[in-house]
């Protein structure tokens, strides 16, 4: 960064600034970017064009937009990085040959007002069916149509099932509705992945919710005495495998294994991969198993008690912890969800 070429103190002022900001001369070259900047736009804005940043016409002339009067307006620019940052873009003339990018980032209003219509468009979908079944019932208790002690009995029980499947996916969407609006947002914290791993698997059979199937951990990692650290919510961490392991129990076969494997092939990052042995999922649903209700089968889904919503919680917490996921079905059922981790530095 070119300090020299730019006004005295602006580089201690714009680190207190709340929105990004860019300095670059009227070629479009960059001189001097503060933290925000660089978090909206990538790691590396050392010689590079403001254009090649933010690719508009606009900015490829600084002079001559500037001349037009184009710069009195803001445009609105999104990131093409996973988050698809939603930013609104202003720039001022300072001086001769110095230009202002203000970069104002509104992923959290975008992200609230899809989480909005999303809310209720879920709600009034999917809680339809389960509190028709209810009224449905009630209305036949009231009525006086159900007289011997074994059917009325037999109804209390479909309805103790639709309302606790209620439950579920209110609390299911509610969480998902957390995620997805705080996803733009990275933890500041440095956790040991092993850690949620672990826990997870030990309340898994120490609650007997392993369903007779063997859950297996592997460490393949050279040190296996490294803590392994990632910047993480240890509480969403802990969600992700709830949710990857529930979902492995529910589909795999009966009484077969389990695996957690932890794989690291360079130091900048690990991998986790969760494996079980279950129908073979067909190539064409794989990208769509995070979609938010989407089932394979809807009729075994139901029939175990899911949501649709565990792998959509699973993406969007990955999202906001800057990691990958990666689903493959073999043809011999092996499924496996690997999660790549960006490592902390040390």
């Known amino acids: 960064m070119k300090k020299s070429l730019i006004p005295s103190n602006i580089s201690n002022l714009s680190q207190l600034l709340e929105d990004g900001l860019v300095l670059c001369n009227k070629a479009g070259s960059v001189l001097y970017f503060n933290n925000l900047a660089k978090q909206y736009l990538g790691n590396i804005l050392n010689e590079k064009k403001i254009y090649e940043l933010i690719p508009t016409e606009e900015l490829k002339d600084l002079d001559k ?18 988050l698809k940052r939603s930013l609104i873009i202003k720039v001022k003339k ?14 959290l209003q975008r992200n609230l007002e899809k989480v909005r219509r999303d809310f209720v468009a879920n709600v009034s979908h999917e809680l ?23 059917t009325q009995q037999k109804f209390l ?22 995620v997805e609006t705080e996803e733009h947002i990275s933890p500041n914290t440095s956790i040991s992945i092993l850690n949620p791993i672990q826990y997870v698997m030990s309340s898994i059979k120490e609650r007997g919710l392993s369903n007779n199937h063997n859950l297996i951990f592997e460490d393949t990692r050279l040190n296996i005495n490294d803590p392994c650290f990632v910047i993480g919510n240890i509480d969403e961490i802990n969600q992700v495998f709830v ?37 073979v999922i067909p190539e064409k649903y794989l990208d769509r198993l995070t979609e938010r209700f989407f089932r394979v089968d809807k009729a075994r889904s139901r029939e175990l ?17 800057r990691a990958v996921l990666n689903i493959t079905s073999k043809h011999d059922g092996v499924t496996t969800f690997s999660i790549i981790f960006p490592l902390s530095p040390k």
């Open 243 to 279: 949710n990857l392991l529930e979902n492995a129990i529910k589909y795999s076969y009966k009484e077969t294994d389990i695996v957690v494997r932890i794989e690291q092939y360079n130091p900048k990052e690990v991998v986790i991969r969760v494996i079980n042995k279950g129908d």
């Open 94 to 107: 300072i001086e001769d040959n110095l230009y202002g990018v203000l970069l104002l980032d509104m992923t």
């Open 157 to 178: 029980y479909i309805m103790d099932e639709e309302a606790k499947r209620m439950t579920r996916l209110i609390d299911d969407i509610l969480s998902l509705s957390k």
């Open 65 to 82: 937009s500037h001349e037009k009067g184009i710069f009195n307006d803001q445009f609105n620019f999104q990131t093409e990085d996973v």
């Open 305 to 321: 008690g899911g949501t649709g919503l565990g792998l959509a919680i699973v993406k969007h917490i990955l999202i906001r912890h």
């Open 128 to 150: 339809r069916s389960p509190l028709t079944s209810l009224v449905g019932f009630i209305e036949t208790m009231l009525n006086g149509q159900v007289n011997d002690a074994e």
